[in-house]
């Protein structure tokens, strides 16, 4: 790789990347929506790869035709015109493309855009899932839909993305899913995407991961199996790889025998879960990469490469720029884009310049410039969508730590103890997420709320209430009743908390276990066990080593349910875990389980009502917590169910004064939805 470039954005090329832009007599221009950029590579006269970068609001499809460049944005379908003439320079650049026009969509989710043979633009309306063109008195007028979709609605029920011409003609068009249920395809994104041919109307290739930027190119219909991370071609209706690539692939264009690919850093939710993701893991590039690579098409080689730092994780479209050598634009704030202007006969560009510019001084605010991304610092008026977060699992959360109440962060005992399915519902402000819901499906029936968190430059917006009541909603539409919640209580979560769960009709909270946590040097300076000793007939006999008989002998004691030793003993902790025998028969015990580095959990302390004289069971305890401190775990934690009198009654007598802390936690169930 070479060094890295001084510019206003840092990016690392291959050394020989400039040369093969020289060769080719190309220069290229990539869109990333996450950043709200188009940027421009070219090569500066010494011969150096040069970026140029302007702010648009979600740039996402690019398209070239003749000396105009068509580009889809969040609300808008813009033209930008190059206003330099042959051999005219500006700053350096040889090419200056201007926004001349902007055509207002709505926010429908625009992907990929071209021109028709009539010189219309043709765009992808993801949000309509459908294709669609400029039409007065109106949005958009629809040109073609998918064959299974029946309804046109604004729910993105394909998420439809590319589209490629064959002969000047839209032919050929990616979907992520092949069903016409809103957001279905998010459900099947390993397999279930679709290449479709526009004039027969049918699908001509299945089981394709995420596909997009589908290309006519050499007799062949390339496209990017984005799931996967590969280039390849469709051939008799299957996908035939070229190459396998270190990132989420979006965005083809070809020159010179070459394919230039951009590549996504797997940052984004909808990336997660994908072939893709396990294979960057097992080739040590987890996340992958974000820029281009020019692969040779002959043999799937990577040639050259280039490389792109943060803010940038995310490209989606990439285009050639025939014939430039050194491109720039016009962005939409600034003194030029005000006073630059061409007129025509005239090759050169003016500077108009207004002695008195009209409008001046404004009476009003001032307005911010039509086309940019949003301010991302919150407003009092800035919208807040919901929507899911799909196919989530323990393995993917580690992105949405931050946002996650109590902590799902990889190695929390709360991720460690998720068995079912998770099912996510995010806030979303500016292209952000700001909230952040999570439930866990239960074998049961029902739910079980697991976190709960908004950022907290997003409180008191009614941010969190929001997402309760929409998770509330969405379950009981799948027939997921009820949502329980359990939370140990504090002030604070009672002063916030509990008041949303009172406006949404959850049942009164209740207490439902005792929660304690103590230091075990603490502990085990407790001297029950020097008061009441361990004497014959009795003994302890550390868990794993009893034996067969013995265990027999365990199972058909009379402990309650919730006290009775696992089946499974794995997670017990064996330093610690003892059997309080009587003649060698065992008549209690003592269990805990390992849950962390530094910690422990008392699952059970149980002795036969036999046996409970001379303080056994405190005895027993003692003995635990001096050999949990000879082990060197530093944390001990239990939880006393609300019905347990006689540990309650341990606890107030003997053990309270002895622990770091004591608390609740209070279960509370949805009612209004069930």
Not at 282 to 303: K, M, N, T, Y
Not at 542 to 560: G, K, Y
């Amino acid at each position: 790789m070479g060094r890295p470039h001084r510019a206003s954005l840092r990016f690392l090329s291959s050394p020989a990347l400039a040369a093969w832009l020289i060769q080719q007599q190309v220069s290229l221009a990539f869109s990333t929506y996450r950043a709200n950029r188009v940027l421009f590579l070219g090569v500066d006269p010494q011969g150096r790869c040069a970026l140029h970068e302007r702010l648009f609001d979600r740039p996402m499809g690019l398209f070239v035709a003749g000396e105009s460049l068509w580009m889809a944005a969040r609300c808008q379908i813009w033209r930008l015109d190059n206003l330099l003439g042959p051999g005219h320079l500006h700053e350096g650049g040889d090419r200056l493309y201007v926004p001349a026009a902007a055509f207002t969509t709505g926010d429908v989710n625009a992907h990929e855009v071209v021109l028709g043979t009539d010189g219309q633009p043709i765009f992808v309306n993801t949000a309509f899932s459908c294709l669609a063109t400029l039409a007065p008195l109106c949005s958009f007028a629809p040109t073609w839909a998918p064959p299974f979709i029946s309804k046109l609605a604004g729910d993105d029920r394909c998420h439809l993305n590319g589209l490629a011409l064959q002969d000047g003609i839209p032919t050929w068009a990616t979907a992520c899913g092949g069903s016409g249920e809103p957001s279905s395809w998010r459900n099947n994104r390993t397999k279930g995407g679709v290449l479709l041919h526009i004039p027969s109307n049918s699908i001509t290739a299945t089981g394709l991961s995420m596909p997009h930027s589908p290309r006519w190119h050499g007799g062949k219909l390339w496209l990017l199996n984005s799931g996967t991370g590969e280039l390849g071609w469709i051939e008799n209706g299957l996908f035939q790889s070229l190459c396998a690539l270190p990132g989420f692939v979006r965005g083809l264009a070809f020159a010179g025998g070459c394919a230039v690919v951009g590549l996504s850093k797997l940052r984004s939710p909808q990336f997660t879960g994908l072939p893709l993701e396990e294979r960057l893991n097992a080739e040590a590039i987890p996340g992958g990469c974000c820029g281009l690579r020019v692969i040779d098409l002959a043999s799937g080689q990577v040639l050259h490469s280039l490389d792109l730092p943060e803010p940038i994780d995310e490209l989606f479209d990439v285009a050639i720029l025939p014939g430039v050598r050194q491109p720039r634009a016009l962005g939409l704030q600034g003194e030029e884009i005000d006073c630059l202007v061409k007129i025509p006969d005239l090759p050169e560009l003016l500077h108009v310049r207004p002695l008195a510019p009209s409008g001046k001084p404004h009476q009003g605010p001032a307005v911010r410039p039509f086309g940019l991304p949003e301010p991302s610092a919150p407003t009092a008026d800035t919208p807040i969508r919901y929507q899911r977060v799909f196919h989530l699992t323990p393995a993917n959360l580690a992105p949405y730590a931050e946002l996650t109440f109590p902590s799902l962060a990889p190695g929390s005992s709360a991720l460690a103890r998720i068995q079912g399915e998770l099912l996510g519902l995010s806030a979303m402000a500016t292209g952000a997420m700001v909230g952040f819901a999570i439930a866990e499906r239960l074998a049961a029936g029902g739910a079980q709320l697991l976190s709960l968190k908004v950022d907290p430059a997003w409180r008191r917006r009614g941010i969190g209430t929001g997402l309760l009541q929409r998770l509330m909603v969405f379950l009981a539409k799948e027939g997921i009743t009820p949502l329980n919640l359990r939370y140990k209580a504090s002030p604070e979560i009672s002063a916030c908390f509990e008041p949303i769960l009172a406006r949404l009709g959850w049942s009164q909270p209740r207490t439902d276990f005792v929660l304690l946590e103590g230091r075990s040097d603490q502990l085990a300076a407790i001297d029950w066990a020097d008061r009441h000793p361990i004497t014959p007939p009795y003994s302890l006999l550390p868990w794993h080593q009893l034996s067969e008989p013995q265990r027999a002998q365990v199972a058909r004691l009379d402990a309650p349910a919730e006290l009775q030793p696992p089946a499974n003993p794995e997670g017990l902790e064996p330093s610690i875990c003892l059997a309080l025998l009587h003649h060698d028969s065992p008549v209690g015990w003592v269990l805990a389980h390992r849950t962390g580095a530094a910690s422990v959990r008392y699952s059970s302390l149980y002795v036969t009502p036999a046996h409970r004289g001379r303080a056994r069971a405190l005895a027993l305890l003692a003995e635990a917590f001096r050999r949990q401190h000879a082990a060197a775990i530093p944390t001990a934690r239990a939880a006393i169910d609300r019905r347990n009198s006689a540990m309650l009654r341990l606890l107030k007598r003997h053990l309270g004064l002895h622990l770091s802390s004591v608390g609740r936690s209070r279960v509370t169930q949805s009612m209004l939805l069930q």
